[in-house]
């Protein structure tokens, strides 16, 4: 990917030259040579930094939220998950359009850093080559979705088959089995928020889990306050999870947070759709939980 | 010298879990941590004695993330403590490494000086007993010798194993506590004499030297902004940390009973230094980032002569964005004297 990297800085270099941006969102070598790391230029001699390879997974548009108060023009690099990552953004209205500029990536598909460093820090006892990262095998959608310009070629998604198969194993489970089943794989989260870090839609300036007074969810690390955690997080992803993965595979104890975001996905699409989350960016338009009206047909409100 | 077979180890650990809550490290499906040896299942888990480590550091044992302190009723204004939960169960952590012990060293002194005992900690520590394996193949983020220790030996480690690969483990009694452990199992070890292995060297160089002095006139220093950039202020690092020891202490009520409890907390958390009143001092990611390294690299060492980091390299393994403190100990040096 040598020349995307250098389709990526010549484009870096003519929007920070001439003024157009102030920051440029892309990224960087991390310090192994399976890494790659977030990194924002701002100004034509941090250009040379910048890289575009096959370790550039992050989801950038979470960055977003960073520069949300000021007013800054931002360009963007994205792959197809990010695009929508965006998109999000924008119907949350953290970000307005004219102030970004996006430099959207036809994505064959990336590798996931932390299984590499995992697999060469000596934490693990098998070894070996990993291929493309789990998020990047269930991809619908590697081609942006929203973008200024574009580079790289159409790419097909590499998901193939039933998308919700896992989702419907889940609810062909009795209660008791679902019980027991999310009993033993919440139980061992350290409640550490990085899946909320990380989340595109996880942008609320202050977020209910950190809310103190009152506090809504305790913060042991018991099945109950887990659980609770666990809940109250998926309800606010329904209509919201744009499918980029960031949430699992950042896990440290790969909690199956896609799981539970696709059945989410699932009901919302059955219930309020057709319906993808961030799909398409329409000025003004809403995601269908993100909406309300008088003459709701459901009276639970 | 002493030696223990492998093929005596299952022997051993169910000996040790008679008389004392055993852990191992293992991975136990996506995991890997110090497990209780009561919970491993054979034919799904398996042993980490050979990898270079674990992902989840033993420090949960001494100090668990949650921690239940006093439970209590209240009547109006009067509150009747019922019962304290201090949990003085003896326990046996097996197959640590040195930066682990190390660690464990540093929350010791978090914990038991400066004129304050933390009672909880104590009734924990002072119950459990380490097992160093010592570590002749350094892993590529080990850096625990720059830290100021040495991989294979270490004064607190109650017993010291060194992997001889076929021929065993070399059993060295390192303690009070280490012998009286031995004496009891002294009928499953051998006599004989073997050569130690051969140690290899780390594979990065990194040097503290100077770091804390040269961080002490940083705090202002603009490098903080790009360097951090990347991080997403997750807590991932601070949790995963062997030495990081930050808790906060909640409480929970129901009706007229309720309990105190404590919990691991993080500098990279926004409401770790929430007040009352609502102001933040430390407002933004940045300002959380640059309190981690400082914390670890500065203020631990003008306070207790020692870094607050083991050389473990977990963090720089786990971090989502690549956030590297050796990287930060070299750019900190690297960084023109008083600008
Ligand atoms: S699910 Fe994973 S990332 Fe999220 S809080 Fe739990 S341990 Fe952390
Ligand atoms: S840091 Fe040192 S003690 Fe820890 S695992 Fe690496 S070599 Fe062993
Ligand atoms: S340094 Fe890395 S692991 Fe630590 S909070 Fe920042 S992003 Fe998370
Ligand atoms: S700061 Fe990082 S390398 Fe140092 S002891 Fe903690 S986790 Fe290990
Ligand atoms: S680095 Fe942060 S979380 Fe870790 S001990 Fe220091 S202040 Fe606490």
Redesign the pocket.
């Known amino acids: 990917m040598k020349d995307m990297t250098d389709q990526v800085k010549e484009i870096a270099t003519k929007l920070l030259e001439s003024g157009q941006v102030d920051v440029f969102m892309a990224w960087e070598k991390g310090d192994a040579p399976h890494q790659s790391k977030p990194f924002f230029a701002r100004n034509v001699a941090d250009v040379e930094k910048i890289i575009f390879d096959e370790y550039c997974i992050h989801n950038l548009s979470t960055y977003l939220t960073r520069f949300r108060d000021g007013k800054e023009k931002i360009a963007i690099v994205v792959k197809g998950c990010d695009s929508r990552g965006v998109v999000r953004m924008l119907e949350d209205h953290q970000m307005k359009r004219d102030r970004l500029h996006i430099i959207g990536i036809n994505c064959p598909g990336m590798k996931d850093p932390l299984e590499a460093m995992k697999q060469h820090s000596g934490f693990e006892r098998e070894t070996g080559e990993k291929g493309l990262a789990i998020k990047c095998l269930q991809c619908m959608q590697p081609n942006p979705v929203i973008y200024d310009e574009s580079l790289g070629e159409i790419q097909e998604p590499h998901f193939k088959g039933e998308r919700f198969t896992e989702v419907k194993a889940l609810e062909a489970m009795s209660s008791e089995e679902r019980y027991q089943f999310f009993s033993e794989v919440l139980s061992t989260?350290?409640?550490?928020?990085?899946?909320r870090q990380v989340c595109v839609a996880c942008n609320c300036r202050t977020c209910i889990f950190d809310e103190a007074k009152p506090q809504w969810v305790g913060r042991e690390t018991s099945v109950g306050d887990n659980f609770m955690y666990h809940i109250v997080r998926a309800f606010h992803m329904a209509g919201r999870c744009i499918e980029c993965g960031e949430?699992e595979r950042?896990?440290?104890?790969n909690?199956p947070?896609m799981l539970i975001n696709r059945k989410l996905i699932k009901d919302v699409d059955h219930y309020f759709g057709p319906y993808d989350a961030g799909m398409a960016y329409v000025e003004g338009g809403k995601p269908p939980l993100s909406l309300y009206k008088i003459d709701d047909p459901d009276d639970f409100i | 010298m002493k030696i223990l077979k492998k093929n005596q180890l299952d022997t051993l650990w169910e000996r040790l879990a008679r008389n004392a809550e055993l852990y191992l490290p293992t991975q136990k499906g996506d995991q890997s941590g110090f497990f209780s040896y009561k919970t491993l299942k054979p034919e799904k888990d398996t042993l980490m004695l050979d990898a270079l480590n674990v992902y989840l550091s033993p420090k949960n044992i001494v100090l668990p993330q949650t921690e239940m302190m006093y439970s209590f009723t209240h009547q109006g204004q009067e509150i009747n403590l019922e019962e304290v939960y201090e949990d003085p169960t003896p326990r046996i952590i097996f197959g640590l490494r040195s930066c682990d012990v190390k660690s464990i060293d540093r929350l010791d002194t978090v914990f038991f000086t400066r004129g304050f005992v933390d009672e909880y900690y104590r009734s924990r520590r002072e119950n459990t007993l380490l097992i160093l394996n010592a570590c002749y193949h350094p892993g590529p983020n080990c850096f625990c010798e720059a830290m100021g220790l040495s991989p294979r030996e270490s004064e607190s480690a109650d017993i010291i194993l060194h992997d001889a690969g076929e021929e065993g483990y070399i059993w060295v009694a390192n303690t009070e506590k280490g012998r009286e452990l031995t004496g009891n199992i002294e009928d499953i070890l051998e006599e004989k004499e073997i050569s130690y292995p051969q140690p290899r060297p780390f594979t990065r160089e990194v040097d503290y030297t100077g770091v804390a002095e040269k961080l002490k006139d940083m705090f202002s220093h603009p490098i903080w902004h790009p360097l951090s950039d990347p991080c997403i202020n997750c807590g991932i690092c601070t949790y995963v940390c062997p030495n990081c020891y930050c808790f906060d202490i909640q409480v929970k009520t129901r009706g007229e009973e309720g309990y105190r409890y404590r919990c691991w907390d993080s500098c990279m958390y926004g409401e770790y230094t929430m007040m009352a009143g609502g102001h933040n001092p430390r407002e933004t990611g940045m300002e959380r980032f640059r309190n981690r390294f400082l914390h670890k690299l500065e203020f631990f060492t003008e306070r207790y002569g020692e870094p607050l980091c083991t050389g473990c390299g977990r963090c720089i393994a786990v971090c989502p964005t690549g956030i590297n403190i050796i990287e930060i100990m070299e750019k900190a040096k690297g960084v023109e004297p008083s600008a």
Request: charged share 5%; with cysteine; proline share 7%.
């Open positions: 989260c350290i409640r550490c928020y990085a899946c949430c950042v896990c440290p104890v909690i947070l």
